[in-house]
C-alpha cells in the first residue's frame, strides 16, 4: 500500500483538478490511497473532497507542516507520497514517485515542477526551478527534498517526527526535514521523471511575497542547520552571492546622498552583481530566450526578496529558544565546527608519522587494505 498526503487549506479552485489527477494514475487504484487533510479551510475545500475516493480529515488550522504530520500517522502505506492541493501530478506519477525505493538504502526521493501557464513571471519561475534540477540531477544523493513532490519512507518518517510544526506556513519545513535526515545519514535521492503541474507565481508581486516569506522562515532553519549556509544540493551558489551583493548595493546607495564613495561602491557591486547572473542569462538563452530580457529584473527581486526576508527573520528569530531537542545555536555551531576542524588538523599532523609507520608495517606483514572500514549504526 502506497499512502497519497495532500495537505490543503481554503484550495477550492485546485483541489479538484489535483484528485482528478491522483485518481488516474498508471498503477492499479487499489495499490494506493488518497489522504486529503483539510487545515481549517473556510470554503468548499471538504466538500470537494468528499466527491472523491479518499480519506478526509479534518483539523483546525495549524499550517502544512501539522497536516502532513497528521495524514501521516492516520496512513496504511509502507511509503508516504506527498503532493500539494494546487498541484496536478503527472499520470506516472507515483509509479516515477516509487521507484527509487527499489534500493532498500533509499528513504527519500524529489520529484519535479512542471507548468503550462504561458506568462512570464511563471515562465521565469519554471526556469529557475530547473537551473536546480540541472544541479541535483548531477548528485548521487541529495539532501533537499521539497514537498510538491516528495516520498519517504513512513517508519523513518515518524521515526524521526516529520516535519516541525513550528513553521506555521507553507515555507521551507520541507527542507528542514530533509535537511535533518541528510545530516543523520539517510540516503535520498533525484527523481526528476517523478513530475507534477503547478500554478507558479502570476506576478512579480505574488514572486516577491513568496521569497520573502522563504527567506523570513530560513532565517529559523539556519538556527538548526547553519552548515547550510555554505552548501546545499539546492541552492545555487550564485544565487547567495547575489542576496549579499544586492545588499551591499542598496545600503551603499541609501549611504551616497552623504558620503559621495558609496555611490561608486554602489556601482561596482552592481557591476558584480551583473555578472554573477550571466550563467543564468545563458541558461534562459537556451531554454526560453525571450527571458533573457526580463531575467535580470526577476533576479534582483529575489535576491532583495531573499535577502530581506533573511534580516527580519533573523531579527524575528534572534530571542527565540528553539524547541528541537537536540538542536545548537548556530555561533556554538560553528564554534564547535572550528574546534573539530582545528583539532583533527592538528592531530593528524603529530600523528602523521606514527600513521605512516604503521601502514608501512601493514602492508609489510597483512593482507587487504591499510585502513580498516565499517559502515555503523548511529546518530548524529
Known sequence: MISVIVPAYNAEKTLGECLAALAHQTIERAAYEIIVVDDGSTDQTAEIARAWDVHLIQQTN????????????????????????????????????????????????????????????????????????????????????????????????????????????????????????????????????????????????????????????????????????????????????????????????????????????????????????VPFLLHAARRDPPLVVVAPFFLLIRALALGSGLAVGAVRFSWAESARRGSMAGFRMVIKRGMDILGGALGLLLSAPVIALAAAAIKLNSPGPVFFIQERAGQH
Open 62 to 277: 495549524a499550517g502544512p507542516a501539522k497536516a502532513r504530520n497528521c495524514g501521516a500517522r492516520a496512513a496504511r502505506g509502507e511509503l508516504l507520497l506527498f503532493t500539494d492541493a494546487d498541484c496536478a501530478p503527472a499520470p506516472d506519477w507515483i509509479a516515477c514517485m516509487t521507484a527509487p525505493f527499489v534500493d532498500p538504502h533509499v528513504v527519500g526521493a524529489k520529484g519535479t515542477y512542471r507548468t503550462q501557464q504561458t506568462a512570464l513571471t511563471a515562465r521565469f519561475v519554471q526556469l529557475e526551478y530547473e537551473e536546480k534540477y540541472n544541479r541535483m540531477a548531477r548528485r548521487a544523493s541529495i539532501d533537499f527534498i521539497d514537498t510538491y513532490s516528495a516520498a519517504y519512507r513512513r517508519d523513518v518518517f515518524l521515526l524521526n517526527d516529520g516535519f516541525d510544526g513550528q513553521f506555521t506556513t507553507a515555507s521551507v519545513e520541507d527542507q528542514e526535514f530533509s535537511f535533518r535526515l541528510a545530516r543523520k545519514g539517510y540516503r535520498l535521492v533525484f527523481a526528476p521523471e517523478a513530475v507534477v503541474y503547478h500554478y507558479h507565481d502570476a506576478t512579480p508581486g505574488e514572486y516577491w511575497r513568496r521569497k520573502f516569506g522563504i527567506g523570513y522562515w530560513k532565517a529559523l532553519l539556519l538556527r538548526w542547520h547553519p552548515e547550510r549556509v555554505v552548501q546545499d544540493s539546492h541552492t545555487p551558489q550564485a544565487l547567495k552571492v547575489q542576496i549579499g551583493l544586492a545588499g551591499i548595493a542598496l545600503v551603499l546607495l541609501l549611504l551616497t546622498p552623504i558620503w559621495n564613495p558609496a555611490g561608486w561602491g554602489a556601482f561596482a557591486a552592481a557591476l558584480g552583481w551583473l555578472l554573477t547572473t
